[in-house]
């Protein structure tokens, strides 16, 4: 396994366990109920460890996603699916669940909300922003994709809303408080992974693209698209250099732009995702339960 695999396991792990530890330490303890198959282990807790039936469910939801969604599907979905209840299970055989809560005075139903959707949305945000999906629940969500052409989005709250639907009608309140913590989660997941993969794009009509395009790849191992340019005055031929790079890289992608060519007409614009071979890390052999 290279070292980009190496940093895609990592930080797919990473991002499950910020989603395990929000849901055992914050949304559990209160019984909050969200979507997926953690929603449903909450609801049936009193009938089967929450652990085991995460294990059970996901492994039934993987076969299902072996026989609709086909073999690849099975083997990039094995990892993440057994990790998050395998957490679950160590977290309910060493901690107990109120290890935080308890120490809550005020309002200990709001902060647990609270901070269980931060750390749902920033794990799987991580996990969105390295370009992996979410397995579980998100099977069926892609079953009907796939084969009754819903949109995704629609089929998330289809499931996600059911099982809301749900909590409400055994605990009204509660159902507000896990409604309001899966919209938080939602809000971060957005923001880390639509955000996260925001960049610049710049247009550059410069006589020197050749080496303006060496010095891009050789200092920010960035790609570039050449287009013949005409002045719409001078009727002159140049070329337009365009290059979409990271937020992080963009003073200095603005300075070797200076100092290859001081006089280049240069535009930047923001742009909100950019995907794709030579932007974006391709991490789709990899996917997380929720």
Known sequence: MNKAKWREVIEITVGVILMSLGFYFFLLPFNLIIGGVMGVSVILQDVIPISIFMYIANTVLLFIGLIFLGKIFFIKTIYATLLSP?????????????????????????????????????????????????????????????YLH?????????????????????????GLYALGSMLL??????????????????????NYADLLQERIFLELERGVTLVEAMGGFSKEKKTMVVCTVDRNQLYLFKRIIKKVDPKAFTFVTRTKEALGEGFSREVASWEVKS
């Not at 109120?98 to 005075?105: G, P, R, S």
């Open 185 to 206: 989660t939602a809000l971060i997941i957005d923001k880390l992974s639509i955000e996260g993969k925001s960049g610049y794009t710049a247009f550059i009509i410069t």
């Open 86 to 146: 395998t957490i679950i299970f160590i977290l309910e055989k060493t901690v107990a669940q109120d290890f935080f809560v308890k120490h809550l005075t005020e309002s200990p139903l709001m902060i647990s909300a609270l901070f269980g959707g931060i750390f749902l949305g920033v794990g799987i945000g991580i996990v969105f922003r390295s370009n992996a999906t979410t397995g579980g629940i998100d099977i069926i969500q892609n079953i009907l994709n796939k």
């Open 150 to 174: 819903i949109p995704f989005s629609t089929a998330i709250y289809l499931t996600d809303g059911v099982i809301i639907f749900i909590a409400m009608l055994i605990n009204f309140e509660l």
